[in-house]
């Protein structure tokens, strides 16, 4: 008889954001006031609980094989356990944390420890990614990985597994949550109704990586996950899902069988929720507080430029007035830089987020990802600031680097715009009234507002320290 496989999943720690505010210039002046402030931050940031379980890792660790044993290591929280034996560890890999990933396969390998990687970034670019692993896994893993495991079982790895097709969520695949720390976490109630995204934002890589078919799991599993979650923890729950209200019909009988399990909830919507009276009510009497909307711009030509088509320019305003006057707080998140937007459009976000009385304004700046039709597009234009070769460069920040040169606004009237948008609106005053005029989460609506006006004065550092630096 063979021994149980032991099996880690890893999840690691991003730059900068909601893991932990951290400056990417000046982490190095260990004596100064600055890094001292930071590193206390990032300690209450971690404290306050902010942090969410990583969804894909909970998915993949529910997934039972006869003989294997799976744990993940959350690398937010503790350091990899060198002191263990491992079968097998898989590492989870975003653009931008790539270079980490690297470094860490390349030790474990080095000890003879075999590793598999995956990922969003591993199913884009995995010529870069293999050099790093024994075994690579393209695309959603849901089936891959049962398939994986029952091979590591057998001694009969294979060096990569992909599908030609997407995982039918409608399948049933119960999700544990047996292999994490409930009190590290907001909340460890994360549930996935779908996945997927008809539309085509140039941006965006969910539907590069997902599809264009929205796939939804069957109601009857999200309700038993539900009530299974709850038992083990009363906190909120949050709905992992880019468009909740993509398919009404579905949505609607969702919410409205879970209404009599009493949850609060956030989740991630688009503004069309405004438009869709009947949902907009169950979702809010089914307990939902607060919901992510991705405003992207309210300029009609950077829309039109970057391909956001659902909801006009001029029907944002009434969507979300409607959405937080049903009760429901709103995040909503804006980039600034897109390519119709000139040295006017802070004015007018200032204007639109004081005529909406948006609960938390999200002021990003494009982002690049390498894989997306903006990324290919800028690097034909050749106004993508680092190397498009050198994909991992392409990380995630809070709005700290600039990436590539706006099209209508020098580099440096950019980022001086751009630091005057975030001070007007992250102002202490301007954060403590939005969290008092919440509709609903005031505590969690201040809190995040708070860690936000440090958060973008961290911004306006780094983006002002590159600035010099590119100027040398
Ligand atoms: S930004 Fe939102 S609506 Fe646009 S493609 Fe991505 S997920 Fe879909």
């Known amino acids: 008889m063979h021994a149980t496989k032991k099996v880690l999943l890893v999840f690691l720690p991003s730059e900068s954001g909601v893991d932990g505010a951290r400056s990417l210039y000046s982490e190095k002046d260990r004596n100064t006031l600055f890094s001292w402030f930071n590193r206390s931050l990032r300690n209450i940031i971690k404290q306050s609980q902010f942090a969410i379980p990583p969804l894909s890792l909970m998915i993949l660790s529910s997934i039972e094989v006869q003989g294997v044993e799976q744990s993940i290591c959350d690398m937010r929280f503790e350091e990899f356990p060198f002191n263990e034996t491992w ?71 294979k060096p990569h597994y992909q599908s030609d097709t997407f995982p039918d969520l409608a399948f049933s695949r119960p999700v544990m949550k047996t292999s994490l720390i409930n009190n590290r976490y907001f909340t460890t109630n994360l549930i996935q109704t779908g996945r997927g995204c008809q539309h085509s934002c140039d941006f965006c890589n969910v539907h590069v990586l997902n599809g264009h078919t929205l796939r939804r799991r069957a109601i009857d599993d999200i309700v038993d996950e539900v009530a299974r979650f709850k038992k083990d923890d009363g906190r909120i729950f949050f709905f992992v899902d880019d468009t909740i209200n993509a398919d009404p019909f579905y949505a609607h009988e969702l919410f409205r069988q879970l209404t009599p399990l009493k949850i609060r909830w956030f989740g991630q919507a688009t503004t069309t929720l405004g438009q869709q009276h009947e949902l907009l009510e169950t979702f809010a009497s089914s307990g939902c507080q607060a919901l992510l909307v991705g405003i992207e711009s309210i300029e009609t030509i950077s829309r039109n430029a970057h391909k956001k088509n659902q909801n ?49 304004p999200g002021i990003n700046i ?58 007007e609106i992250f102002s202490i005053k301007n954060s403590l009234g939005r969290g008092m005029d919440a509709p609903r989460v005031k505590a969690a609506v201040l809190l995040f507002n708070l860690f936000y006006t440090h958060l973008y004065s961290l911004s306006r550092h780094d983006l002002k320290q590159q600035l010099e630096k590119d100027a040398h």
Request: charged share 25%.
């Open 87 to 157: 079968d097998l560890v898989g590492i989870s890999v975003q653009t931008g944390m790539a270079k980490k990933a690297f470094a860490l396969a390349d030790i474990l390998r080095s000890k003879g420890i075999s590793v598999v990687l995956g990922g969003a970034h591993v199913t884009l670019f995995a010529e870069s990614c293999r050099p790093h692993a024994d075994v690579l896994v393209l695309g959603e893993a849901d089936d891959l990985w049962k398939e994986l495991l029952t091979d590591l079982t057998q001694g009969s790895l």
């Open 312 to 360: 006009k320019a001029g029907e944002l305003s009434r969507a979300i007035k409607t959405i937080r006057n049903a009760g429901i707080s709103l995040y909503g998140s804006f980039i600034y830089g897109l390519d119709g937007d000139t040295l006017d459009t802070p004015s007018a976000i200032l204007d639109f987020i004081s005529d909406t009385r948006l609960d938390v």
């Open 366 to 423: 494009l982002r690049p990802i390498p894989g997306t039709r903006v990324f290919e597009r800028l690097r034909e234009e050749g106004r993508l600031l680092f190397d498009p070769l050198d994909i991992t460069a392409y990380r995630y920040t809070f709005g700290q680097e600039m990436l590539y040169t706006p099209k209508n606004i020098p580099l440096d009237a950019f980022i001086e715009s751009y630091s005057t948008l975030t001070r």
